[in-house]
């Protein structure tokens, strides 16, 4: 693979939504795009003294028996029911650090950075070395952000969540900001860097069954952050 192939693969990368992602636990009713989510996995990877990141995905623990009861509330399209969630990660190591130390380190960064910052409940991540390295490679240039404008809305739903501390913005990559069907009514939102998406999520679920006139159903879904 060329150097502009890989680049243009990146850039697809990270465009692509990706998984929709539990957030919390099924109660919360809430959702994440693995898009976002490794916005913030990405980084702290990238943190780990000696690891250069590669490819990262998030997605069901294997080892979950299955078990877990279904949440009583609807799962959006394309979305995992909340269960346990396990991280795969490629990286290529820096001459100068133990390999166990240095996956050890980077294990618990994302393993901290799923929890604490975003919210979702991984329970595993498995890491694989792609290379071996002698030096940092020169840093590869930032791919764009989604750069999706904001969409108008009046509707009431969308006005009382736009109200909560931490939401950047209703988004409509799922269809429209506030989507109301026979199973309940879903929001769609950004999320303002810095904030942890599950909280966020949880206090605009309850704005917006405030709003939503009696609606038995209230679902999240984090689209980016911003």
Known sequence: MTTAE????????RLAPGRLLPLGAA???????????????????AAVRGAVPGKLRVGPDPEDDGTTKAGPLPVPPGGLE???????ADFGAVAGRPLPELAEELRAALLGAARDGLGLRVTAVDLRVTELLDAEPAAAPAAPPPGRPAPAT???????????EGVAGVT?????????GPDGVRVELAVTAGHRPLDVARAARDAATSAADGATAVTVLVSELR
Do not use: N, Q
């Not at 890989?6 to 990368?13: D, H, K, N, S």
């Open 154 to 164: 009046d509707d009431p739903v969308a006005l009382a969540v736009l109200r909560v």
């Open 172 to 180: 409509d990559l799922w269809g429209p900001p506030v989507h109301r």
């Open 82 to 88: 909340a269960r346990a969630l396990r991280i795969t």
């Open 27 to 45: 109660g919360d009713g809430a959702w994440i795009t693995e898009r976002a989510a490794r916005g913030v996995l990405g980084p702290a990877a």
């Open 6 to 13: 890989g680049w243009t693969a990146a850039v697809r990368e």
